[in-house]
């Protein structure tokens, strides 16, 4: 099965934004056809352009000033758009939320086998982190590190949410093998699963996306999921 990973330029921010611009040719396209772009293609450029500056390696924390600078616009003109930092954030987090449980879903939908289906919602979850390097850096909370408290809670609830797809499947498995403990087989791999995922994207951020997510993976996923 074929997965399409989306990136930062497929953010969907306002059903007028442009699709699949990245945030150059978003900022080059609003500066030829008008000087004041609609308010939908400016959300879409702001959380655009934080994603990449979250891409460069060692980044430290993005200021609302240099965010506005790199724009090429006023701070006063990000809080039209935005009531917070916090809140352009959140834009991210909902584009990495709906991006990756939309893929689980199909999997889901289409996959029978429990097994097939742990293997591949981690591989669609380490290859979209190995697509958006600065989504990653949010996904593992390393740019959210002196932001508020509540988007380092709401990336958590996401990785509990994939850890909880991951025990129902291998609920499911366990059962079928004949396991007399199925819960508790299911609760005790979906841990070390999960751990396993965010390991592989904290290590990937800290290497200074130099360490692929996906490095190796079928051969480590052929060891974990029996």
């Known amino acids: 099965m074929t997965h399409t ?44 352009t934080l994603a990449s500056m979250l891409e460069q390696p060692g980044a430290e924390r993005i200021t609302t000033a240099a965010l506005a600078a790199k724009l090429d616009v006023s701070e006063a003109a990000l809080y039209r ?12 987090i909902e584009f990495i939320e709906s991006s990756i449980f939309s893929l ?39 740019a959210l590190v002196f932001e508020n408290d509540r988007l380092l809670a709401r990336m958590n609830q996401f990785f509990d949410r994939i850890e909880s797809q991951l025990r129902q499947s291998l609920r499911t498995a366990a059962e079928a093998a004949g396991s007399s403990t199925p819960t508790v087989d299911a609760n005790a791999k979906a841990s070390v699963l999960t751990a396993f995922a965010v390991g592989r994207l ?6 200074g996306f130099k360490r692929s997510p996906t490095e190796h993976l079928d051969a480590a996923l052929g060891l974990l999921v029996a």
């Open 5 to 48: 990973h989306p990136s930062a330029s497929d953010l969907p921010v306002d059903t007028d934004a442009p699709d699949g611009a990245s945030a150059d040719e978003a900022g080059s396209a609003a500066a030829t056809t008008r000087k004041r772009p609609k308010p939908g293609e400016r959300r879409i450029q702001i959380l655009q």
């Open 81 to 92: 758009h935005f009531a917070s930092k916090a809140q352009m954030f959140e834009g991210l």
């Open 104 to 142: 689980v879903n199909q999997i889901n939908e289409r996959e029978a086998d429990p097994g097939t289906q742990v293997r591949k919602v981690l591989t669609v979850l380490l290859q979209f982190g190995e697509k958006n390097p600065g989504m990653t850096r949010v996904m593992v909370g390393d």
């Open 202 to 207: 904290q290590r990937y951020a800290r290497s």
